[in-house]
C-alpha cells in the first residue's frame, strides 16, 4: 500500500480542526493557514525588500565617501553650488510626510477612513512638493551647465567670482585646474543619488495614488491594513536616505 | 505525522500581531524632534569643527534614522525577527562601506 | 500539480511547483547557448593560432559563455527549479509565502534573457563576465549597456526568489516544524537566499553606474578623469564572491539530501551543517578582495582577505566530513542521484582546495589570471555545481513528474560526464601553472598537447549532458510510474503523491520526528501494512 493512504486517513480527522481555524476572511490568501500568518509574512517580506534597497543605495554612499575623501575641496565648493534653503525645505517636507504617513497607518488601525484618506492625500501633496523643489534645484544645475557629461563647466570653480551669488556666501579660492576637474564627479553623485532618490520618491507617489483610490472605496479599513502599513515601511525609508542625502551632499562644509 | 488538532495551531496564533498601535501623541513628538535636529544639522554645518563636521553630520542623520526606524517604522514593538533583520541590514552595509574604505584607507601605508 | 490545462494557465499560475517546471525549460534552453559558445572555445584552442575566429570575436565568445552560464543557469539553477519545487513541501506548506511574486520572478528572467540574447545576436560584449572598467565604461563598442540592462534585470529574478524563501522558511513551517527538523536541503537555500538578497542588490547599482558612466562619459571609474578602476572591482566582487555560493550552497543542499538518502542513514552532524550552511554565506560576505590581490589593493587589505578567505574554506570542509562520514557505514546504492553525488564529493575537494591555493596571496600572484583560475573554478562549479544540480534533478525527477527516468542510461550519462569532465579540466591546471593566461584566443605552441587533451574531454563532456536531455524527455511519456517514495527516503514531499496535489497536502501536515529519520520512515511502513 503507498504511503497516500496514510494521508488520506488525515482528511477526515482534519475536517473538525479545520472548520474551528479557517474562517477565511475574504482577503487571506489560500496558501496561509491564519490571516496573521499572511500579515505576518507580507510586513517580514518588505523588511527584506527594504534590506535590498539599503544595499542598492549602499554602492552609491560607497562611491560617494571614497571621492569625497580624495578630492574633499572640489567637493566642498561644488556643494557650495546647492541652496541650503531648498535643501532645508525638502527635509523638512519629507520628514513631514513620514508623520502625515505615520497617521495614515494609524488612522487605517482605527479604521477611521476620513482620516486615513486625508493623511494619504497630505503625504502624496508633501510628496510632489518634493519633487517640485527638485525640479527648480535641477533646472538651475542644467542652467548652469554643472550636468557631467552634458557642456559641463568648470567655470565656477575656476573662477568662483565669474558666479557673484555662491561667491557673496562662501569666498571660495578658486580651485587648481586638476581639482576643479573633480567637481564633475562630485555632481556625477550628486544626480546619482538624488535621482535614484527621486526615482524611488515617484514610485512612492504613484503607489499612493493607487492607495488614495482604493482608501476612498473602503478598502484599508475592515482590518485589512497591511498594504498601508507596509507601503508606510517603504515610504519611511526613502526619507531616510534622503535623511543621510542631505548632510552629506549639502552640508559638507557652509562655514568661511 | 498525524493529524493536526487546535492545540497545533497554537503556536500560529500565539505570533499574532499582538498590534501595537502606536500612539499620535508619539508621532507628534518624534516629528518636533526631528525638524529640531534638521535645524540643529544645518547650524552645524555653519560652525568649524575640523574633523568634527563630519562626525557631527553623520552623528545626528544617524540619530533621525534610529527615531524614524524605531517609531515611524514600528520597530521598537516589532519582533526579535524585525529587529535581526534591520540588524543585518545596517551589518551589511557597514561591511561594504568599512571594508572597501580600509582598502582606501591603508593604501597608504605603503608596501612593508 | 494543478489539473488546469491551457498554455494561459501555465503562464499566469501562482503554483509554485508549475513556476518550476517553467524555469526548468527555460534554465536548460540557456545551458545549451553557454554550453554551444563554450564549445566554440574548445574549438578554438585547438590550435595555437586564432583561426576559427578574430581574436575580438573570441573575446565575445568567453564574455557570452560566462555571462550566459552563471547568471542565466547557475545562479537559478537550483533555487529556482529544485528549491521551487520543494521548499514549500519540505516545510509543510501549500505554497510559497507570495505565489505572484514568484511569477514575477520568471517572468523577470525570461525578460532578462530574452534581452541579453539581443545583445548577443546584435554584437555581443567582449569585456568578460567581469565588465572591468574602464575598459567597459570607456575603450569598447560592445553592447555592454544592453547586456548591463539583462543581468540588472535577472539580478532581480534572483532577489525576489531568495526573498520568497526567507519569508516562506521564516513564517510558513507546518505545526512541529522546528527549525533544526528541517531537511538540509532547507538550510542551504536559506544560506543561498540571504546572499541574494543582500549581494545582488550592489551588483544592481554597479550596472548602473557602469551604464551611468558610459552615456555620461565622466570618470567614476576611468583613472584618466579621475575616478578609480578599483572602485567598480569593489563593488562589483561585493556581489560576485558571495555569487559563488549563491551558486554552490543549494547544490551542496542537494548533496545532503542524496547522501542520507542513498547510504539510508541520517546526515552525520546535522547541526554542524546547517550552521556551516549559514556561516558559508556570513563569511563570503568577508572575502571578494581575493579576487584583487594583483589589482593595487593596499598590502593590508591583501593581508587580511587572504585570512579571510581560507576561513571560508573551513566550513565548506566542515560539510565534506560530514557527507563522507553519512556514508561511513552506511547502506550505500548506486543510483543516479549518488553517482552524480560521489562525483560532486570529489571534484568540489579539488576544485575548494585549489581554491586554498589561490586564498594565498602570494600563489595568486602567480596564478590569476592564469588557466589555474579557469580550472579551479570549474572544477567547483562544474564538478561540483552542475553535478549536484543534475543529481537533483534526477532525485526529484519522480517526485515532480511522477515517472522515473530509465536508470542504466543515466547511470551511464552520469560516468561519460565524470570522464569528460576530468579530461577537460585537469589538463587546464598544469596548463595554469606552466603559465597559459586565460581569456586568449592563442597562446603559445608547447601548451598544444594539454589544449588538445581538453578539448577531447570537452566533447565527451558534452555527450554527458546532451544524453539526460535526450532520457528524460523521454521518461515524461515512457518513463516507468514511480510512485509516491521509489527512493523510501524521509521527508515531507516523499509522503505525499507524485505529482502533488496543487495544494501539496491535503491538509497541513503536524511534524513529530526528526529529519532523516529512517526509523520513523520503518514504523509508517509497518503502520501502513497493518492497516491494510
Not at chain 3, 548577443?120 to 574602464?134: A, K, L, Y
Not at chain 3, 516562506?168 to 531537511?183: D, E, N, S, V, Y
Request: hydrophobic share 50%; glycine share 8%; aromatic share 16%.
Amino acid at each position: 500500500m503507498s504511503d497516500s493512504q496514510v494521508v488520506s486517513n488525515q482528511v477526515v480527522v482534519h475536517g473538525a480542526a479545520e472548520g474551528a481555524h479557517h474562517e477565511h476572511l475574504p482577503y487571506q490568501r489560500h496558501h496561509f493557514e491564519t490571516y496573521a500568518q499572511q500579515s505576518d509574512a507580507t510586513n517580514f517580506a518588505m523588511w527584506l525588500f527594504l534590506l535590498t534597497e539599503i544595499m542598492f543605495f549602499g554602492g552609491l554612499f560607497t562611491a560617494y565617501l571614497i571621492y569625497r575623501n580624495w578630492y574633499y575641496p572640489a567637493f566642498v565648493e561644488a556643494s557650495h553650488q546647492l541652496q541650503i534653503f531648498w535643501g532645508t525645505a525638502n527635509t523638512a517636507v519629507l520628514i513631514t510626510s513620514s508623520f502625515t504617513m505615520a497617521m495614515g497607518v494609524w488612522s487605517a488601525e482605527m479604521k477611521k477612513k476620513g482620516a486615513l484618506v486625508l493623511c494619504l492625500v497630505i503625504t502624496f501633496i508633501l510628496g510632489i512638493v518634493f519633487l517640485g523643489i527638485k525640479t527648480i534645484e535641477y533646472s538651475e544645475k542644467i542652467e548652469k551647465h554643472h550636468v557631467p557629461g552634458f557642456h559641463y563647466s568648470m567655470q565656477s570653480f575656476l573662477n568662483p567670482q565669474s558666479d557673484p551669488e555662491v561667491y557673496k556666501e562662501y569666498k571660495d579660492k578658486p580651485l587648481p585646474y586638476d581639482m576643479a576637474r573633480h567637481t564633475e564627479i562630485y555632481f556625477f553623485l550628486y544626480f546619482a543619488m538624488t535621482g535614484m532618490h527621486a526615482l524611488h520618491m515617484i514610485i512612492g507617489i504613484a503607489i499612493l495614488g493607487f492607495m488614495i483610490f482604493r482608501a476612498r472605496a473602503g478598502a484599508y479599513t475592515t482590518g485589512h491594513v497591511t498594504f498601508v502599513e507596509n507601503f508606510g515601511l517603504y515610504w519611511h525609508f526613502v526619507d531616510i536616505i534622503w535623511i543621510y542625502l542631505f548632510p552629506l551632499l549639502y552640508l559638507i562644509s557652509r562655514h568661511q | 505525522m498525524s493529524a493536526p488538532h487546535d492545540k497545533d495551531f497554537e503556536s500560529i496564533e500565539q505570533h499574532e500581531h499582538e498590534h501595537h498601535i502606536v500612539s499620535p501623541r508619539i508621532y507628534l513628538t518624534i516629528v518636533c524632534v526631528l525638524l529640531i535636529m534638521t535645524g540643529l544639522t544645518v547650524a552645524a554645518s555653519y560652525v568649524e569643527m575640523g574633523i568634527f563636521n563630519p562626525i557631527v553630520a553623520l552623528a545626528i542623520a544617524a540619530f533621525k534614522m534610529i527615531l524614524v526606524v524605531l517609531f515611524f517604522m514600528h520597530v521598537k514593538y516589532s519582533t526579535k525577527l524585525t529587529k535581526l533583520t534591520v540588524g543585518a541590514g545596517v551589518f551589511t552595509f557597514l561591511i561594504l562601506v568599512g571594508m572597501t574604505l580600509s582598502d582606501y584607507w591603508t593604501r597608504a601605508w605603503g608596501r612593508w | 500539480m494543478s489539473k488546469e490545462k491551457g498554455l494561459l494557465s501555465w503562464l499566469l499560475t501562482g503554483d509554485h511547483k508549475r513556476i518550476a517546471m517553467l524555469y526548468l525549460i527555460s534554465i536548460t534552453f540557456f545551458f545549451f547557448i553557454g554550453g554551444a559558445l563554450a564549445g566554440l572555445i574548445r574549438l578554438e584552442l585547438l590550435t595555437p593560432q586564432s583561426d576559427l575566429m578574430a581574436t575580438d570575436t573570441y573575446n565575445k565568445v568567453f564574455s557570452m559563455h560566462g555571462i550566459i552560464m552563471i547568471f542565466f543557469f547557475l545562479v537559478p539553477s537550483v533555487p529556482a527549479t529544485i528549491g521551487n519545487f520543494v521548499i514549500p513541501i519540505m516545510v509543510g506548506a501549500k505554497d510559497l509565502a507570495l505565489p505572484k511574486v514568484n511569477l514575477l520572478s520568471w517572468y523577470l528572467y525570461v525578460a532578462a534573457g530574452i534581452l541579453g540574447l539581443y545583445a548577443m545576436m546584435t554584437g555581443g560584449v567582449d569585456t568578460g563576465w567581469t565588465f572591468t572598467t574602464p575598459l567597459s565604461t570607456h575603450y569598447l563598442n560592445t553592447n555592454v549597456v544592453t547586456t548591463g540592462l539583462a543581468i540588472f534585470i535577472a539580478g532581480f529574478s534572483s532577489i525576489f526568489t531568495g526573498l520568497n524563501f526567507i519569508v516562506t522558511i521564516h513564517k510558513m513551517r507546518c505545526p512541529g516544524m522546528t527549525w533544526f527538523r528541517l531537511p538540509l536541503f532547507v538550510w542551504s537555500n536559506y544560506a543561498a537566499s540571504i546572499l541574494m538578497v543582500l549581494g545582488t542588490p550592489v551588483l544592481a547599482i554597479t550596472l548602473v553606474l557602469v551604464v551611468l558612466e558610459r552615456v555620461a562619459g565622466i570618470g567614476v571609474f576611468d583613472p584618466a578623469k579621475g575616478g578609480d578602476p578599483l572602485l567598480f572591482q569593489h563593488l562589483f566582487w561585493f556581489y560576485s564572491h558571495p555569487a559563488v555560493y549563491i551558486m554552490i550552497l543549494p547544490g551542496m543542499g542537494v548533496i545532503s539530501e542524496t547522501v542520507s538518502t542513498f547510504s539510508r542513514k541520517r546526515v552525520f552532524g546535522y547541526t554542524a551543517v546547517a550552521f556551516s550552511s549559514v556561516a558559508i554565506a556570513v563569511f563570503g560576505f568577508f572575502v571578494w578582495a581575493h579576487h584583487m590581490f594583483i589589482m593595487g589593493i593596499s598590502n593590508y587589505s591583501m593581508l587580511v582577505f587572504s585570512l579571510l578567505t581560507m576561513l571560508v574554506a573551513v566550513p565548506s570542509a566542515i560539510k565534506i566530513f560530514n557527507w563522507a562520514f553519512t556514508l561511513y557505514k552506511g547502506s550505500i546504492t548506486f543510483e543516479t542521484p549518488m553517482l552524480y553525488s560521489f562525483g560532486f564529493m570529489g571534484l568540489f575537494t579539488i576544485g575548494g582546495l585549489t581554491g586554498v591555493f589561490l586564498a594565498s596571496s602570494g600563489t595568486d600572484i602567480h596564478l590569476t589570471e592564469t588557466y589555474f583560475i579557469v580550472a579551479h573554478f570549474h572544477f567547483v562549479m562544474v564538478g561540483g555545481m552542475l553535478m549536484a544540480f543534475l543529481a537533483g534533478v534526477h532525485f526529484w525527477w519522480p517526485k515532480m513528474t511522477g515517472r522515473m527516468y530509465p536508470e542504466k542510461i543515466s547511470q551511464l550519462a552520469a560516468l561519460i560526464t565524470f570522464i569528460g569532465f576530468n579530461f577537460t579540466f585537469f589538463p587546464q591546471f598544469i596548463l595554469g601553472t606552466l603559465g597559459m593566461p586565460r581569456r586568449y584566443a592563442t597562446y603559445p605552441p608547447e601548451f598544444q598537447v594539454l589544449n588538445v587533451f581538453s578539448t577531447a574531454g570537452a566533447t565527451i563532456l558534452g555527450v554527458g549532458y546532451l544524453l539526460p536531455i535526450l532520457y528524460l524527455t523521454w521518461s515524461l511519456k515512457y518513463g516507468e510510474i514511480a510512485g509516491d517514495n521509489p527512493w523510501q527516503a524521509t521527508g515531507l514531499e516523499w509522503q505525499i503523491q507524485s505529482p502533488p496535489l496543487t495544494e501539496n497536502f491535503p491538509s497541513i501536515p503536524i511534524m513529530d520526528h526528526e529529519a532523516y529519520d529512517y526509523e520513523w520512515l520503518e514504523g509508517q511502513k509497518e503502520k501502513v501494512a497493518s492497516v491494510g
